[in-house]
């Protein structure tokens, strides 16, 4: 292919695919509907990105559409894309198709994904073995979600929603952990097993799965297994920047991937590796002060269970209080994983609650976050529910030096972070 259009290139995973396809050499041009870190990042690297999709944006020479599962069949660019009968393939085809003929390790779980990819790519390119890696954030290591490699080796990081990862080919397939997620797909932990087991039974006998094969919602999957089992909890402990014993297990299943698919590979480049890795944007990255000298914190965290171990790490590290500003991440998660979203907050000393990020949803009005607040409050942490970020940097800026402000979710939360640290 001499020419892709890529319409919402600021999708994280779209925007490290444009850049393998720049690297490739072909010519790449994109759209998002707003301008976001990451188009910047493509804009550095040579990549203009239109804010605002039209048709026009759509190059009628183009042989390739690839769009973002954010983006609808009537978008204007994709209804251009059909009526000058240029093939159109979503993200993951597409990665599906890259995927294919390469040493492809894929990287998937419900939580760690992100780093555990980051780490594994540094660890292997630290190991000499010149892997390319597409990867869900900004690794601090690289500069960016996307490594060049010189080599047939390919580190993607694979999502299940809507059996995305089932449109992969590895020969090594990582599974961190599992638990019930993407609930508006997945009617029951029992479907979403399904899908991991199907990826599981894919992976070829000579091929490699890096799990931990005591998680109870792991285990009765892998009969299903052709390929050889191997057990990260097994690794030793390392040294490491990042907080967390979540991180402490992201490092061990990283650094089995790597002994897996690079058996060359020593301890001290392993050790060395992990304990230099910086950690990705946001992924309890670490903003600056406010004013008042509070730190402020931000962290991608959207299910329960990363909120809850994130905060718990916060605790461990900070001695004053802990003020989180939660932006909650769909209507069906929300309301699917209230209870356990109700007792998530515990480590911190206020909750302030954003509206919830819709995405791909319509608001039922079964949920809001007007009851998640309430529900948060009734375990006795303090919560309350504010309707915008504007409302929120107003109740955040009399926190005090020796306190510590989190912003949390997969939408825009950041922004609030980037706003209260400002110089």
Known sequence: MKKVHFVGIGGIGMSALAQYFKDQGVWVTGSDRDASPVTELLEKKGIHVVIGQKDENVPTDAEMVVYSDAVPEDNPERVRAKEFDIK???????????????????????????????????????????????????????????LA????????????????????????????????????????LAALQETFRKAIERVPASGTIVTDPHNANIAPLLAAAKASIVDYTKEPAYKLRLPGEFNAMNARAAAAAARASHPSIEN??????????????RRFEYKGKTKNGADVYDDYAHHPTAVKETLKALRAKMKGKIIVAFHPHLYSRTRDLLDEFAVAFSDADRVLIAPIYAAREADDGSISSEILAERIHTTGTDAMALGSFDAIKRALADVSEGDVIMTMGAGDIYKVADALTQK
Request: charged share 20%.
């Open 88 to 146: 159109q393939l979503s993200y993951f085809e597409m990665l599906g198709e890259v995927s294919k003929g390469k040493r492809t390790i894929a990287v998937a779980g419900t939580h760690g994904k992100t780093t555990v990819t980051g780490m594994l790519a540094k660890l292997l390119q630290d190991a000499g073995a010149s892997p390319t890696a597409i990867i869900g954030s900004i690794v601090k290591d690289f500069g960016s979600n996307y």
């Open 149 to 188: 490699g010189d080599t047939n080796l390919l580190i993607v990081e694979a999502c299940e929603y809507r059996d995305h990862l089932l449109e992969l080919s590895p020969e090594a397939l990582v599974i961190t952990n599992l638990e019930w997620d993407h609930t508006d797909y997945f009617p029951s």
């Open 268 to 281: 001290t480049t392993i050790y060395g590796s992990i304990s230099a890795f910086q950690g990705t944007w």
